[in-house]
């Protein structure tokens, strides 16, 4: 399977606790989106790198949240100290930016990681 | 406030029916895209429309990006059960590292 994976893909936790995603993108592409989605909404950008640099936060994003993409390859996020308004499906994507058709960043999406905190 | 308007938000039809689902912004987009989702999975990219008046055919589905390329639809014909699912179009902006502002979905649902 060559698409985009997320590890796990389902995450139940108690409030206060640290959580951690794993994303795997599409191997030659070279960005890489952290999306969150809640229930009847779209998603929402959280965050994306280029290679391993990390290029724009949301808002979104507060000092909880980290994400790291070390060797510009996966990509981890992690929550840490979580609320229960951190409950979400959280999504990753990757697209190839350099030129010709991929310069549109056509996004493709992994299956989520959906976090439950209780 | 929505960025990205989608309208209706829910559809429920009989099989064979056509439908169109619209998507409305006031900005400007350098790129649209239409994805699918279906219940605990990541959206399925359906699109991509880059040219204003663009039209795209892909099966039973017709997209349209609008001449200002501020809006855009989806058309489909004949609509099946397997059709049933989130429609999402998300626009984007080459200049701020393409992120996608995403609508809030129509929510389709094909009896047969």
């Given at each position: 399977?060559?698409?985009?994976?997320?590890?796990?893909?389902?995450?139940?936790?108690?409030?206060?606790?640290?959580?951690?995603?794993?994303?795997?993108?599409?191997?030659?592409?070279?960005?890489?989106?952290?999306?969150r989605q809640t229930l009847g909404q779209g998603p929402e950008?959280?965050?994306?790198?280029?290679?391993?640099?990390?290029?724009?936060?949301?808002?979104?994003?507060?000092?909880?949240?980290?994400?790291?993409?070390?060797?510009?390859?996966?990509?981890?996020?992690?929550?840490?100290?979580?609320?229960?308004?951190?409950s979400a499906m959280?999504?990753?994507?990757?697209?190839?930016?350099?030129?010709?058709?991929?310069?549109?960043?056509?996004?493709?999406?992994?299956?989520?990681?959906?976090?439950?905190?209780? | 406030?929505q960025?990205?308007?989608q309208?209706?938000q829910f559809?429920?039809?009989?099989?064979?029916?056509?439908?169109?689902?619209?998507?409305?912004?006031?900005?400007?987009?350098?790129?649209?895209?239409?994805?699918?989702q279906?219940p605990?999975?990541?959206?399925?990219?359906?699109?991509?429309?880059?040219?204003?008046?663009?039209?795209?055919?892909?099966?039973?589905?017709?997209?349209?990006?609008?001449?200002?390329?501020?809006?855009?639809?989806?058309?489909?014909?004949?609509?099946?059960?397997?059709?049933?699912?989130l429609y999402l179009?998300?626009?984007?902006?080459?200049?701020?590292?393409?992120?996608?502002?995403f609508g809030q979905g129509t929510e389709?649902?094909?009896?047969?």
């Open positions: 399977d060559t698409g985009v994976s997320q590890n796990p893909r389902h995450k139940i936790t108690k409030r206060g606790q640290n959580v951690t995603f794993r994303c795997d993108p599409i191997s030659e592409h070279n960005r890489l989106y952290w999306y950008f959280l965050t994306y790198f280029q290679n391993e640099a990390q290029l724009e936060k949301s808002r979104l994003l507060s000092d909880r949240f980290s994400a790291e993409r070390p060797k510009g390859s996966f990509s981890t996020l992690e929550i840490q100290r979580t609320e229960q308004g951190d959280y999504l990753c994507a990757s697209s190839l930016v350099g030129g010709g058709r991929s310069s549109y960043n056509e996004q493709f999406f992994g299956p989520g990681t959906r976090l439950t905190v209780l | 406030t960025l990205l308007e309208s209706p559809l429920s039809i009989q099989e064979g029916e056509n439908l169109t689902v619209y998507c409305n912004s006031s900005s400007v987009f350098s790129s649209l895209q239409w994805y699918r279906e605990g999975e990541g959206p399925v990219l359906l699109v991509t429309v880059v040219t204003g008046g663009e039209v795209k055919k892909l099966k039973r589905l017709t997209f349209q990006f609008g001449d200002a390329r501020k809006d855009s639809s989806l058309h489909i014909t004949a609509a099946q059960p397997g059709d049933t699912g179009c998300a626009g984007a902006w080459n200049n701020q590292g393409g992120k996608l502002i389709l649902s094909v009896k047969p």
